[in-house]
Structure formats: C-alpha cells, structure tokens
C-alpha cells in the first residue's frame, strides 16, 4: 500500500518557499482539468484563489469546498474581484475576454496556464513530460512511480488520478512532475531539468502550420532542459528522434529497439496487457508487469522508469509503482458492467489514439461486438485528419458518431465538415458507421440493440461521458 503524504507537513514545507503564499490569483476557465489542478496547488502553497467557468462541474464543486472562490455562468469583468494580483487564462479562452479585459484596464499581470506552471516548477526540480500521445499517463505514472519509492512529488497531471487522489498535489520532495502540452507552444514556458518527448505527429493544426512547424517547437521544448538535465526520446519514433537531434549531448533514447539505452525486453502480452525486462544499456534491472493494457503503454512505462530513475529513486520501487499502477481517468476506464455488457469511457481524440485505444480494447476484453461511440473533437481537427480518422476504426464493429464537439473554432471553420463527413468517410473504408446528433437517441438506439458480450467505448475529449451515465442508469449496470 503507497503511503498517504503528510498533507499539512507538505503544504508547510511547500509554502514556506512558495511566492504565492496570501496572493490572489484569479483563473479564467478554473473547471478546466489543468486549471482545478494548478489551481489546487496553489491553494496548498497559501494562495487566495478565485476563478470563473461557464457551468458547474465535480471540479468546480472540489474546489469551492477546499476554499476556493468560483463564479459561475457568463464571463463578467464583475468576477476580477478587487484583490486580484495576477489573472491566469486557459487555453481556451479568447483575448476578448471580458475578464482578461478588465485585468488589462486595471493594469493586472495577465498570464496563461502554462506561465504559472512554469513559475511553479521553478521552486522544484522540473520533470517534463510532453509528445502528442501519451502525456497524461505517463506523467501519473512518473508521480505515481516516485510517491512508492518515498520521493512524494508534487505534480500536475491533465487528468484525474484515483490512486494519486486527484490531478495535482503538493508534495514534500524536491521534484515537480507536470505534463508538457504543445499546444500554442505553452510547453515553453516550463523549466524542467529531466524531460521526455514520448512522440510527435501532426496536431493542433488550427494553430501549427504543418509538421515541421511542430517538430520545430518540440526541438526548442528539448532546449529547454539544461546541460546537466536529462532528455528522453523515444527512439522507435523516428520524427521525435530528428526533432531531438542537436540534443544528443544528455539525449538518452527508449523503446523496443536495439540501440535504446532504456530497452524493453522479452515483451509478452496476456489479455491486452503486457510484460517486458527492463534494460538500461543492456543491464536488465528487473521485470515490469502492467496492469493496463496496450504496447503503447510499453512505451509510456519506459518513460516513466527512465524520469523516476534519473531522480535516485531504486529501480525495485519504480518497477513496483508501474507494476501497480491502475491508469488515469478516461483512459480505457471501465464505467460499468452488466447484463454481459461492459462499458468504457476513453479520452482517444487523434487517430492514433483511437486506433491504439481501440486495439488494447479488444484484446483486453475479447468482445462479440465492439461498439463506439465516438464525438469528434474540433471541426478543425476533423478535418485538418479526415482521412486518417476514417481509417481509425478498423477495430470497431459499429460506429455512432454524435455532432463535432465545439470549442476553439471560429463559426467559419464550423460551416467546412460536420460528423455526417465524417461517417460518409468511415463508411467508404468498410466501417459500420452512422450519425446520431443527439446523445439521447444514441443511448436509446443502444439501450436497444446491445446483447450479451458486447463492449461499449465512449470516445473523446468532449462530454461523450455523458452517454456512459445515462446507460449505465438505462441498462442498470454497476458502476466502477
């Protein structure tokens, strides 16, 4: 059993050296999973912290019972109370914002959640841990790691974390594990001296310009970590690897090939999820046994060996942090079971991450009939990866794909492609693909036709979770 940190030895160390202690800190979009976690921390270091969001949410609910003042409903220049010292903003808020523009009249220091990060990360010992896919898991793996080897860090990860207690807390030990996003190029704003890029593809296309565009931000991400740091890439992804180059210096590569120092042996796989020696150049230091499934948590669980390792932490207690570890919120997370029918909510919102999420499903859980419930995220993203997103069901026996999820995109790019594209797309692949706007009629058309065996997998970053609820009340399933 990990030992439960000391909360208050934690939070007096911590803010004793904390230059948020007594500020007020206002955050715009607080419910956003990044913002509720940076902004629990800052309320651990002593912050008074105050934040707006758009609709009430388990983590708006949390944070006003830790303390944390929240207004709710439309954006108001009202909600910058006239304490505030520094406004923090989410990614997804516009400039026009009328609280960022009311910071602005009054002269306040506006920053976004990436800057506050980073400032965060100062006072500690920064690991990193960025790449298109994967971020989420392996950072909980890295602060899970490290909490069982007696290093209780503090850190941030973009999801909810049941074996950690939440998201985000303040640890006592030296190290601040956070997840690096490359979105807006916010990952620069970080100061870690251990970093890993786990892979990069293209993404965030309404704000890159094209691959070379991103590779070009994670190689000054990789820049980022100094000459006494340490920079693991991935090595089996040959784009990560030429994006790292001019760092071969402290580059230290992972994966399954021969010329990885951080190597993964004799891999097996039972039931989805796998086993492998761990081997740093070529010394085996024992045997990881995953409790998730997947070959690309392979990857995420070398990563995370080689950050926890670089910290001193022995290698038999990482080894015991991974072998434990049960993953992170939406991420292949069952929701329920019954009536022979099992049902899990995933984050998956790029074609990889459907394709990799959907493959660990089914040899996880050897359906009859594999239904997805899929709600694309972005119109831009959908149709910036059309094509390969078409491709990404190969698994799935059925598809039903609700209205494009809405939320960055201008109403122009929103008239370009709908979710009926996308099925159109789907179907000319060979996919069994349909489009149901609404989630009352997909959870009706299911609570109808699912039988004995079948695996249901709601799918993407928006609030596809939703129709996970609602079944689970329809059918009657026991919740986990």
């Known amino acids: 059993m990990v030992p439960v940190p000391n909360l208050r030895e934690s939070q007096a160390i911590f803010t004793a050296k904390s230059t948020f202690y007594g500020r007020h800190v206002h955050l715009v979009g607080i419910g956003g999973c990044g913002m509720s976690n940076v902004a629990r921390v800052l309320l651990r270091q002593g912050a008074v912290v105050s934040g707006s969001d758009l609709q009430a949410s388990e983590a708006t ?5 830790a303390g944390a003042e929240v207004r709710l409903g439309e954006h108001q220049n009202s909600h910058v109370g006239g304490q505030t010292e520094l406004v923090v903003a989410s990614a997804a808020i516009q400039r026009t ?3 960022l523009l009311e910071a602005r009249r009054r002269g306040l220091e506006v920053i976004c959640y990436a800057e506050l990060v980073g400032r ?3 006072a500690k010992t920064g690991i990193a841990v960025a790449g298109t896919h994967g971020k989420s898991t392996t950072t909980a793996m890295t602060a899970y790691a490290l909490r069982v080897a007696g290093k209780d860090p503090t850190f941030i990860v973009g999801a909810e974390v049941e074996q950690l207690g939440a998201g985000s807390a303040v640890g006592c030990g030296p190290h601040f594990v956070v997840e690096a996003c490359e979105y807006n190029r916010s990952f620069l704003h970080l100061r870690p001296r251990l970093a890993a890029v786990l892979n990069i593809e293209e993404d965030h296309l309404d704000y890159y310009v094209d691959l070379k565009e991103i590779c070009g931000a994670f190689a000054d991400f990789a820049r980022l970590v100094p000459d006494d ?11 990560a690897v030429q994006a790292t180059a001019a760092m071969q210096e402290h580059r230290q590569l992972f994966g399954l090939g021969q010329d990885a120092r951080w190597q993964a042996g004799n891999v097996e796989a039972e039931a989805g999820c796998h086993s492998f020696d761990i081997l740093c150049g070529g010394h085996e230091l024992g045997r990881v046994q995953l409790s998730i499934p997947g070959l690309h948590n392979v990857y995420n669980a070398l990563a995370a060996f080689g950050l926890a390792w670089h910290t001193g932490a022995k290698p038999e207690a990482i080894i015991e942090g991974l072998n434990t ?13 019954g009536c022979g029918v099992t049902l899990l909510d995933d984050y998956a919102h790029h074609p990889t991450e459907i394709r990799a999420s959907l493959w660990a499903a089914r040899q996880r859980y050897q359906p009859r009939r594999l239904w997805v419930v899929f709600q694309p995220h972005q119109h831009s993203r959908t149709r910036f990866l059309l094509e390969d997103f078409a491709r990404s069901f190969a698994q799935a026996d059925r598809i039903i794909v609700p209205r494009i999820y809405f939320v960055r995109d201008s109403e122009a790019e929103r008239t370009l492609i709908g979710a009926s594209d996308l099925v159109a797309r789907i179907r000319e692949h060979g996919g069994d693909a349909v489009h149901m706007p609404d989630f009352e009629q997909i959870v009706d058309d299911l609570e109808r036709r699912l039988e004995p065996g079948d695996l249901v997998v709601t799918m993407g970053a928006g609030d596809v979770w939703k129709v996970g609820d609602e079944l689970i009340v329809r059918l009657g399933l026991e919740s986990r």
Do not use: K
Request: aromatic share 2%; hydrophobic share 35%; glycine share 12%.
């Open 97 to 99: 914002n009328p609280e």
């Open 325 to 337: 570890f049960n993953g992170c919120q939406r991420r292949l997370a069952c929701r329920g079971t």
């Open 61 to 65: 609910l949390r944070l006003q019972a």
């Open 120 to 122: 965060l990360m100062a």
């Open 229 to 239: 740091g340490v920079l693991l890439v991935n090595g089996d992804d040959e784009t």
